[in-house]
């Protein structure tokens, strides 16, 4: 029997775990048969986040590289034990490790992620492709979003133009043109949950602000949100790209400092209106305009009701009505690229990433 069936792994900036699917692409479909997750704990969250902030030694981030990549290969098989395939029915695991450090920008720019892939290879048996975002920075790309071309392939539509957001830690759209369905335009917007999670960590302990209840209680105030939306990120063209050594703690608390005395709550749901707002901004001016939401922003209801008030014209869905619960597109969409990259096909879209042309994506690591 030929192996059809792929593992993609997910770790964004959220640091929250690693999001595992079972999946196959039966010609234009996608067929996820399992799914997991394996959280990470609160002390390997603070040993990533230490790490993304500069203050790891080599010691401490080779250590790291080498545990991640044993959590990622347990999840490749928490996934794969859920189902009734076995390891030689995979053809590939994608994975696409836990960002680091992403520098786009300056005279020697990189993206870093780590989770051996040598581990999850030798461990699960199974092919493993990697490193999927260092071969477009090599090509003048940004080396990021590279879901674009997923969102391209699967969501493209003759009938309506869409929109994809992915509510990551960073947020991230695709705009898919009906007429133009071959050309998508994507980038960065900004922080999605970001900024969010961090002052809710900070504030209150908890690593996130469950369904935006604390968020709630407060109240948004315009003064600050207008400061935070001063950032020049916002105002950049495309291609851009960031990641949480912008977007961070240090960050809010530089603005907050110029707005002394306010409430935390208020600054908590200023911080979800920043997330709506810096999004609302970029987003393409046209009419027709409909939104499918992804990524773990998708389940903060108060994030997800702000988003529809401050677009009252505009149809905002998730991705689950396109057949793709929003947990799981990027993983999928790793699975996705794996497959590419044994078909020697491109996964990124220059004109997304800037890189100076199409280019197969990845390393690879036999099983
Ligand atoms: N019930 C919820 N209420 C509010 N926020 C949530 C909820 N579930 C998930 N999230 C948010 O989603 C984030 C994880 O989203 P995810 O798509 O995994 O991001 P990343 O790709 O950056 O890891 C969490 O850190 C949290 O901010
Ligand atoms: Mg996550």
């Known amino acids: ?96 490790g836990q960002t680091i450090r992403h520098q786009p920008w300056g005279a020697m720019p990189f993206s870093m992620q780590i989770g051996d892939p040598n581990r999850i290879a030798e461990r699960t048996g199974i092919t493993t492709v990697a490193d999927f975002r260092r071969r477009d920075m090599a090509a003048g790309g940004q080396g990021a979003p ?116 306010l409430p935390a709550h208020d600054i908590q749901c200023t911080l979800v209106e920043l997330t709506v707002r810096s999004l609302v901004m970029q987003l393409p001016a046209t009419e027709n305009l409909k939104l499918f939401i992804c990524g773990g922003g998708a389940r903060n209801r108060f994030l997800m009701e702000r988003l529809r008030e401050a677009l009252p014209l505009v149809d905002v869905e998730t991705t689950a009505v396109l057949g793709l619960d929003p947990q799981w597109v990027e993983s999928v969409a790793f699975g996705w690229l794996a497959k590419r990259t044994l078909e020697q096909r491109p996964g990124n879209l220059p004109a997304v990433t800037g890189a100076r042309g199409a280019r197969i994506l990845g390393a690879i690591h036999h099983g």
């Open 146 to 261: 590279l879901v674009p071309a997923f969102h391209q392939a699967y969501f493209a539509s003759r009938q309506e133009s869409r929109c994809i957001v992915n509510f990551g830690g960073i947020a991230n759209i695709t705009w898919l043109p009906k007429d133009k369905p071959d050309q998508a335009v994507g980038f960065d917007t900004g922080p999605g949950n970001a900024l969010i999670d961090a002052w809710c960590l900070d504030q209150t302990g908890r690593p996130y602000d469950e369904d935006g209840h604390w968020a709630r209680t407060g109240t948004v105030n315009e003064a600050l949100l207008e400061d935070m939306l001063s950032d020049a990120y916002f105002r950049r063209k495309p291609p851009k790209s960031t990641g949480k050594e912008r977007f961070n703690q240090a960050w809010i608390e530089t603005v907050v400092a110029r707005h002394p005395e």
């Open 1 to 96: 029997m030929t192996a059809t069936a792929y593992i993609g792994l997910m770790s964004g900036t959220s640091m929250d775990g690693i999001d595992a699917v079972l999946v196959s692409f039966p010609e234009d479909r996608i067929h996820i048969h399992t799914t997991f997750s394996l959280p990470y704990s609160d002390t390997l969250r603070q040993r990533v986040s230490r790490a993304s902030l500069n203050h790891a030694t080599p010691d401490e981030l080779g250590e790291l590289d080498h545990e991640l990549g044993d959590l990622f290969a347990e999840a490749a098989t928490g996934v794969l034990d859920k189902s009734d395939f076995d390891a030689g029915e995979v053809a590939a695991i994608g994975s696409h």
